[in-house]
């Protein structure tokens, strides 16, 4: 059956579900736009704190929004699911769909979440999922609501950490997967004030639209990262090539930064998800394979600076990490990088070190197992230390005292893995520099 307009006239009523990253700031933003918003959690302590006016994560602009739809009554957040979902316009499934045991996104809390919103829709309600889920997962979610009196559509996020708000805001284009037109023409006049260029097309191509995203920028990384190690054994210069690239308009410059490799939340849980589903319908996905293989080597390239900073091994050796999250602004430590190359370290018996300007806990589970001590500042944690190695991008250490920094140091190694710091002025303060496809 198809209906629309059947939800209670007044402003546009929405239930967020799942209020992490991507719920969070969807629920902000459409409230920013003047709708009416209910964010819903099974978290109580996370619903009181948002409900105080405090993000519960690092992320610029979020705070300042937040409070704006608290103030002005079109924002508030529960944990009563049932009340928040009851005439509401649309319902946002944002959920997490973790890495399952075989690579494949686990659905499990999407068809929860399903099932229990499915009495409580009014009829005419439009589902909207947000999680990334495997291609195919739209009919799942059909399924688990068993309403032929609602649409469910796919509307991926494409959000970066650290620019969430503002990417949602003002968003390259938003993608919308619906079986039924006017469930894409009612989801389609919700974004319709950002005055982005709206996709339009079926829930499978929706889904898969984000996965290629996702593969296609970590391939990104992946190659320049290569092309940087290509850099360092001919010599040349990674900076003067890439700024060679990106002038190109087919290129551009985004998301190619040479770095310690690709991680967070998002690359490569759904690289290794995009495989699965490449392997389900019987296509090897060999390119985005390399990409994986290459991303994994790069974490070692690091290492390998690191010990011959040390002079050729890093058992005993002191290392300093500048930077501990997956990139700047964010004090998301989730498959960083950073954690990655300082595993390998630990393995082979480096004594560790570090700062993150996010303020990460020491007991953080993430960096278990590591022996790590996490400091203060940058000089605290380059006490005595052989070699510094930088490790997220954070401003910050792009002007650190480098006379200073040598002068607190036992050794004199700068692996810079973001290539952040001036290299002259690196050797000019007397340190060994080497960065990515530079020194
Ligand atoms: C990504 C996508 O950009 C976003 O569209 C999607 O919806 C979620 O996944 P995010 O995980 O926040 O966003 O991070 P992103 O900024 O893309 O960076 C991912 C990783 O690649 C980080 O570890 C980052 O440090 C690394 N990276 C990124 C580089 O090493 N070099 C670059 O030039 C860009």
Redesign the pocket.
Same mark, same amino acid.
């Given at each position: 059956m198809s209906v629309s307009g059947e939800v209670g006239a007044g402003p546009t009523r929405v239930a967020v579900i799942g209020t992490g990253y991507v719920g969070l700031t969807t629920a902000v933003c459409l409230a920013h736009l003047g709708n009416s918003v209910v964010g819903v959690d099974v978290d109580e302590a996370k619903v009181a704190r948002m409900s105080a006016g405090e993000p519960p994560i690092l992320e610029e602009g979020l705070g300042e929004l937040l409070r704006e739809g608290l103030g002005s009554g079109r924002l508030a957040f529960s944990c009563d699911t049932a009340a928040a979902v009851r005439g509401a316009n649309f319902v946002f499934l944002c959920v997490p769909t973790p890495q399952g045991a075989d690579g494949a996104a686990d659905l499990r809390f999407v068809e929860q979440a399903s099932a229990q919103i499915a009495p409580h829709l009014a009829p005419g309600a439009v589902v909207v999922t947000k999680s990334t889920v495997p291609v195919g997962s739209a009919g799942k979610v059909v399924a688990a609501l068993g309403r032929d009196d609602v649409a469910v559509v796919s509307n991926p996020?494409?959000?970066?950490?650290?620019k969430a708000v503002e990417d949602w805001l003002h968003p390259d284009r938003v993608v919308i997967g619906a079986e039924q037109e006017w469930a894409a023409n009612a989801l389609s006049a919700l974004y319709e004030p950002l005055g982005a260029p709206i996709v339009v097309t079926d829930p499978a191509s929706s889904e898969t639209i984000k996965y290629a *995203?996702?593969a296609f920028?970590a391939a990104k990384?992946s190659f320049?990262n290569s092309i940087a190690n290509l850099c360092s054994a001919v010599g040349a210069n990674a900076t003067d090539v890439i700024a060679g690239m990106s002038y190109d308009r087919r290129i551009g410059a985004?998301?190619?930064?040479?770095?310690p490799g690709?991680?967070?939340? *998002?690359?490569p849980k759904d690289t290794q998800a995009l495989l699965r589903i490449a392997e389900d319908h019987g296509y090897r996905f060999e390119l985005l394979e390399a990409s994986i293989r290459a991303n994994d080597a790069q974490f070692d390239t690091v290492v390998g600076m690191v010990a011959s900073a040390a002079g050729g091994e890093v058992s005993g050796v002191r290392v300093a990490a500048l930077g501990l999250t997956?990139?700047a602004a964010t004090d998301d430590l989730r498959d960083s990088?950073a954690i990655s190359v300082l595993s390998r370290l630990a393995a082979r018996g480096a004594r560790l070190r570090a700062y993150d300007p996010s303020g990460p806990s020491a007991s953080d589970p993430r960096l278990d197992g590591l022996g790590l001590e996490v400091c203060d500042d940058v000089y605290e944690a380059a006490r005595d230390a052989h070699v510094v190695v930088v490790l997220t991008?954070w401003p910050e250490f792009a002007a650190v005292d480098l006379a200073r920094l040598a002068g607190v140091m036992a050794g004199r190694g700068l692996v810079d893995a973001r290539n952040m710091i001036d290299p002259g002025a690196a050797k000019s303060a007397g340190f060994a520099y080497v960065g990515m496809g530079r020194s």
């Open positions: 996020e494409f959000l970066r950490e650290g *995203c996702n920028l990384v320049v985004d998301h190619l930064a040479p770095g690709w991680g967070g939340s *998002c690359f997956f990139k990088p991008e």
